[in-house]
C-alpha cells in the first residue's frame, strides 16, 4: 500500500492506490465546474443563489444564457444562504448556494447553522484553493469543511473533478431525505478544472444513511392505547410535520381524537388558525390557552418537535402530569430532552397516516373518550384570555400588534409571511391568520436577525417558480434586524422580487429592550438604534423611505391608523418592484403573553401582574409545587431569571 | 434529561466500538461530538480492520447512562459511522499496551526484574539506570502493574488505549449492510 501523501491526507479519496483508469472511459468529456453545472440541471435545481469568487470562478464561468437554473444574484453570501431556506421552505425543495472560498464561504456559516436548527434543505456549494495550497494559508483559505463540522447534516472536500457528479447527487439527497438538513461541498479548484467524464445518472454510495421512515406496528398500538386513555390530550406539533408535508394528517389525527393542536413556532399554519381545534403557539411568547392546554394535558403528542426551551420552559416542569408520545425522523432526538412513554420514529406524514388507521380500527372496538369537560376547560382559557393589545400608545404612534393585524386584515389568503427575529416575529406569529402551511418562514431555532429579507426574497423566487408569482410575500421585519441583511434590497429590485416589507419601526432593539425592561431595571444598555425616532431633534438613520428610494422601490412611511391602512393598501396593489413601508410604533410596547426563560410554564404572564395558571381557580388539576402569589409575584419571579439569562 | 458534565467521577466505565469508513475527517467529526457534550474520553484508539474499507474506533469513557444514549444516536446521525455496540464489559475481550519507563539500578533492577516476571510482561529496553517494560492486558492488570512499579519511581509512562472485540465467532463488521464500500 502507497502511503499517504500530504495531499491524500486532506482529500476525500480514500488512502488505497488507485485500482485501474476504468471510470475514465465511459461518459463525456468535460471539466468540473462543467460538470457541476451539468450536475444541479440533472438534479433538476431551478433557482440557485450565490456571489461570486476567485475560487469559484471556473464554476461561475460554466454558467451561461442558456444554463437551465436561474441563477439570483445576491449581494452578501448570508443572503444567498437565507435566500435560499426561504425558497426551501416556500416550495419544498432544496436551497442551494453557490459561493467563493474563504470570507465567501465563512459569511454561510450562519445560514447553515440557522437551516441546520430549522432542518431546511440547504445545498451550500464553496469553492476552495487548489489542492496544491491547502493547508498553506493562500489567499482565501478557510477550512470551510471544518469549520462546519458542528452545525451541517454532512460535508465534503472535493478534490477530484471526476467525484463531482456522485457528490452533489449525494449531498443533494441527503439534504432533501430523513431529517433535512444543510449540506456542505466544498470543490477545489483543482476539481474545478481538472478533466473528468460525466454521466448521469449517479451511484450513491451512502453505507451509513439509511433514514427511518416507517413507524413499528407495536408503537402505532401502544400510542392508540393512551389516546383510549387520556382524557386531555394535546397535539403538540413542530416544525418537522411541515417538512414532512403533513397538514392534512395532523388535521385528521386532530378531527378522529378530538384533541387541540398547539404548534411550535415554525408549525403555525399547519393546520389553518380558522379551525377551532387550533390554540396557537405554545411556549414563552405562546397563546395562553396553548401554554396551558400542554401545561394540564395528561397526554402530549410531541409531532415533529423536539422540547426546544422556548417551548418547554423549565423542562422538569413542562406538562408535569402528561404521559409522551414522540413522532419524530431524527431517533436522536427521542429522549433528548424528555423521555417519552411511546418514541415513534419515522416520517411525521408516514406515521400520522398509520396512526390514524389504528386509531380508526380502535375506536371501531372501544369507542373513544369524552372530551368534553377537557374542552370546556379550554374553552374558558380562550374566552378568559385571548390575544390582547392596546391600541392606542401612550404618545401617539402606532401600537406594533395593530398593525400586523392590520396587515393580516389586509393580505391575500395566499400570502407567503416572512419575519425577522424580534419582537415583530412574535407579534406576526401571533396576531396573523394563517390559513395555509408553507406559508410562514421564519428563522426559529437559531433566532437570526437579519433572515427576514434575503429569505422574503428567496420565498418571492419560488412564489414565481411554483405559483406564477400570484402567492404575495409579506416581509414583517423589525428595525433592528432588518439593517442586519438591508443590503438585499438591491438584490430584490434587480431580481425583480417584488417583496412586500413592512419595517415595525420603534428605533430600539425591542425584545432585548423589553428584557431589559423587566429583568435588567430598565438600563437600557445599547439597544437604542434611534432610526425612527418621532421628535425633530433627533437624528433618523438610517431614513427607511430614502433607503427604499435609493434601491430603487417603493418607500412609505406611515405614522398613523389612517396613513398605515392606505400604505398597505397601495403596497398589495404595486407588484412590479419590492415596496417598504415605515411603520413608526411605539417603543415600549411588549410582547404577551411571557414566560421568563428558564422558568416554568404554569408561570405564565398574560399581562404583566396576570399570571392564570398560579391561581387554583383556574383549572382543576394544579400542579404540586405551585405557590401562592403575591402582588408582586411576577416581577419578583421575572428577576431571578436574571442572572441565569444572557 | 440532560446531564453535564456528561462525565463525573463515579459515572460507569463504558467502552464504545465503532465502525466507520475509512476516510479522512471522520476522527474529527466523532471527536467534535465527544467535546462538545462535555465528555471526558479515558481512551481512544482507531485503527483499520480487517476490512480495508472499514476502520474500528474504541472509546472508554466514565460516563453516565443518558448521555452515553444521546451520543449515540449522534453518532449514529454521522454518515461515515456504520455501526456503534457498547460493548459489555463481562462479554468482551479488552486490552491496552503500555510502555512503562522504570527507574531501576543495579540495587533494585532484579526487584522490578522480579514484578517483570510475575506479571508475564517483557523487558524492551535496559539501561544501567532505567528499565523499559511493555505489557498488555486488562486495565486491571495494567493498574496492577502500574501500583508496583510506582515505588521504584516511573520515570516515563504511554499507554495505547483499550481496544476490545466481543467473545465469540462473529464480527462486527458482519451487521454492516452491504459489503465493500468501493467505488470513491
Known amino acids: ?646 | 434529561m440532560a446531564i453535564y458534565p456528561a462525565s463525573t467521577p463515579h459515572s460507569e466505565r463504558h467502552t464504545l466500538s465503532v465502525l466507520v469508513e475509512n476516510r479522512p475527517g471522520v476522527l474529527a467529526r466523532i471527536a467534535g461530538l465527544f467535546a462538545r457534550r462535555a465528555f471526558n474520553i479515558n481512551s481512544l484508539s482507531v485503527s483499520p480492520t480487517e476490512r480495508p474499507d472499514i476502520s474500528r474506533v474504541t472509546v472508554t469513557a466514565d460516563v453516565e447512562q443518558v448521555p452515553l444514549e444521546q451520543i449515540i444516536k449522534q453518532l449514529n446521525k454521522l454518515l461515515h459511522v456504520l455501526k456503534i455496540v457498547d460493548l459489555d464489559n463481562t462479554d468482551a475481550v479488552q486490552r491496552e499496551l503500555v510502555l512503562i519507563k522504570v527507574a531501576a539500578n543495579e540495587t533494585n533492577r532484579s526487584d522490578v526484574l522480579e514484578i517483570v516476571r510475575l506479571f508475564r510482561v517483557r523487558v524492551v529496553d535496559v539501561h544501567p539506570e532505567s528499565l523499559t517494560i511493555e505489557a498488555t492486558g486488562d486495565e486491571g492488570k495494567i493498574d496492577a502493574l502500574l501500583g508496583l512499579l510506582d515505588d521504584f519511581g516511573v520515570i516515563e509512562l504511554v499507554r495505547s488505549g483499550a481496544v476490545a472485540v466481543t467473545r465469540g465467532p462473529h464480527a462486527l463488521s458482519e451487521k454492516v449492510v452491504g459489503s465493500e464500500i468501493t467505488g470513491r
Open chain 1, 1 to 646: 500500500m502507497v502511503s499517504p501523501t500530504p495531499l491524500q491526507a486532506f482529500s476525500a479519496v480514500p488512502k488505497a492506490p488507485k485500482t485501474s483508469k476504468q471510470t475514465l472511459v465511459d461518459g463525456e468529456k468535460m471539466t468540473g465546474a462543467q460538470a457541476l453545472i451539468r450536475t444541479l440541471e440533472d438534479l433538476g435545481v431551478q433557482d440557485v443563489f450565490g456571489i461570486p469568487g476567485g475560487a469559484i470562478l471556473p464554476v461561475y464561468h460554466q454558467i451561461h444564457d442558456d444554463t437551465k437554473f436561474r441563477f439570483v444574484l445576491m449581494r452578501h453570501e448570508q443572503g444567498a444562504g437565507h435566500a435560499a431556506e426561504g425558497y426551501a421552505v416556500a416550495t419544498g425543495r432544496v436551497g442551494v448556494c453557490i459561493v467563493t472560498s474563504g470570507p465567501g464561504a465563512t459569511n454561510m456559516v450562519t445560514p447553515i447553522a440557522d437551516a441546520n436548527m430549522d432542518s431546511v434543505p440547504l445545498v451550500v456549494i464553496s469553492g476552495q484553493v487548489g489542492v496544491d495550497s491547502i493547508g498553506t494559508d493562500a489567499f482565501q483559505e478557510a477550512d470551510t469543511v471544518g469549520i462546519t463540522y458542528p452545525v451541517v447534516k454532512h460535508s465534503y472536500l472535493v478534490t477530484d473533478a471526476q467525484d463531482i457528479p456522485r457528490v452533489l447527487a449525494e449531498a443533494h439527497y441527503i439534504a432533501r431525505t430523513g431529517r433535512p438538513g444543510p449540506v456542505v461541498v466544498d470543490i477545489t479548484k483543482t476539481a474545478q478544472v481538472g478533466d473528468m467524464y460525466y454521466s448521469w445518472p449517479q451511484k450513491l454510495l451512502l453505507p451509513g444513511y439509511n433514514p427511518t421512515t416507517k413507524p413499528h406496528g407495536h408503537v402505532l398500538r401502544e400510542a392508540v392505547k393512551l389516546f383510549e386513555q387520556s382524557y386531555r390530550p394535546v397535539l403538540y406539533v413542530g416544525g418537522g410535520a411541515v417538512r414532512s408535508n403533513a397538514g392534512a394528517q395532523v388535521k385528521e389525527l386532530a378531527d378522529l381524537t378530538d384533541s387541540p393542536i398547539v404548534t411550535t413556532l415554525p408549525a403555525r399554519g399547519i393546520v389553518p388558525d380558522s379551525d377551532p381545534k387550533v390554540l396557537g403557539m405554545l411556549g414563552m411568547h405562546g397563546t395562553l390557552a396553548a401554554t396551558a392546554a400542554a401545561q394540564k394535558c395528561d397526554l402530549l403528542v410531541a409531532i415533529g418537535a423536539r422540547f426546544d426551551d422556548r417551548v418547554t420552559g423549565k423542562m422538569e416542569a413542562f406538562a408535569p402530569a402528561a404521559r409522551v408520545v414522540h413522532i419524530d425522523i431524527d431517533p436522536a432526538e427521542i429522549g433528548k430532552r424528555r423521555q417519552p412513554d411511546v418514541p415513534i420514529v419515522g416520517d411525521v406524514a408516514e406515521v400520522l397516516n398509520a396512526l390514524n388507521a389504528e386509531i380508526k380500527r380502535g375506536q371501531a372496538i372501544h369507542g373513544k373518550p369524552s372530551l368534553k369537560p377537557w374542552w370546556n376547560l379550554i374553552n374558558s382559557w380562550r374566552e378568559k384570555y385571548p390575544m390582547k393589545y392596546d391600541e392606542t400608545t401612550p404618545d401617539g404612534t402606532l401600537s406594533p400588534q395593530w398593525v400586523v393585524e392590520e396587515l393580516s386584515r389586509q393580505a391575500s389568503p395566499s400570502t407567503i409571511w416572512v419575519s425577522g427575529v424580534g419582537q415583530h416575529q412574535m407579534w406576526a406569529s401571533q396576531l396573523i391568520d394563517f390559513e395555509n402551511p408553507h406559508s410562514w418562514i421564519s428563522s426559529g431555532g437559531l433566532g437570526t436577525m437579519g433572515f427576514g429579507l434575503p429569505a422574503a426574497i428567496g420565498a418571492r423566487v419560488g412564489s414565481a417558480r411554483d405559483f406564477g408569482g400570484k402567492k404575495p410575500v409579506w416581509l414583517i421585519d423589525g428595525d433592528g434586524s432588518f439593517q442586519m441583511t438591508s443590503e438585499e434590497l438591491a438584490a430584490a429590485f434587480v431580481d425583480n422580487a417584488p417583496v412586500k416589507i413592512a419595517i415595525l419601526n420603534n428605533s430600539v432593539y425591542g425584545m432585548v429592550r423589553q428584557w431589559q425592561t423587566l429583568f435588567y431595571d430598565k438600563h437600557y444598555s445599547q439597544t437604542s438604534i434611534q432610526d425612527g425616532e418621532n421628535t425633530e431633534d433627533i437624528i433618523n438613520v438610517p431614513d427607511f423611505v430614502k433607503l427604499a428610494d435609493a434601491y430603487g422601490c417603493v418607500g412609505i412611511r406611515a405614522t398613523t391608523q389612517d396613513e398605515a391602512k392606505a400604505a398597505i393598501k397601495r403596497a398589495n396593489e404595486i407588484n412590479d418592484r419590492p415596496v417598504l413601508i415605515d411603520f413608526r410604533v411605539y417603543k415600549d410596547a411588549m410582547v404577551w403573553p411571557m414566560v421568563a426563560a428558564g422558568q416554568s410554564n404554569d408561570t405564565v404572564t398574560y399581562m404583566p401582574g396576570v399570571q392564570p395558571l398560579l391561581h387554583h381557580d383556574s383549572t382543576d388539576h394544579i400542579a404540586d409545587d405551585d405557590q401562592p402569589q403575591d402582588d408582586n409575584g411576577s416581577e419578583a419571579k421575572a428577576d431571578n431569571t436574571a442572572t441565569a439569562e444572557n
